[in-house]
């Protein structure tokens, strides 16, 4: 296991995963939203409740609610658009990668997960082509 804070307590930040836990810790225990004071900048949220309480009135009355795939065939894989889908299935020449700044950093270092062991870290660095 990773550590996700050093060793005054601080979160350790330089990582992908680390980052992601600190998402989901930092938000810290589940609010009592009946005390909450909703204002004109939380729209967004006002709009994504109400939209989630349709839906679940939707299932009380027996209903689907929407976007439920029901085929299986149909199931198996939905496509979600993505802007880099044509270089993540076909991938790029390592040459290539100074063109894509997002994956251009994995050529820097490994980042994905702090206290990992050097030889994973080594073997990512190897199947990169970045061996230092």
Known sequence: MSPIKDEHGRWITSHV???DIIAWVG???IADRTK????PSDLGIVMIRKRLFEELEAIAQGRDPK???RDPNVAKCV???YFQKRE?????PLEDYEKYPLLEARLKAFRHCYGQ???????????MGIEK
């Not at 993540?88 to 790029?92: A, H």
């Not at 062991?117 to 199947?127: K, T």
Request: aromatic share 4%; proline share 6%; charged share 25%.
């Open 117 to 127: 062991p050097s030889e994973v870290r080594r073997a990512f660095e190897q199947a």
């Open 67 to 69: 976007a439920i795939l």
């Open 17 to 19: 995963i680390n980052q």
């Open 88 to 92: 993540s299935v076909e991938g790029i």
């Open 36 to 39: 909450e004071n909703i204002g």
């Open 27 to 29: 938000q810290g225990r």
């Open 79 to 81: 496509e979600l658009p």
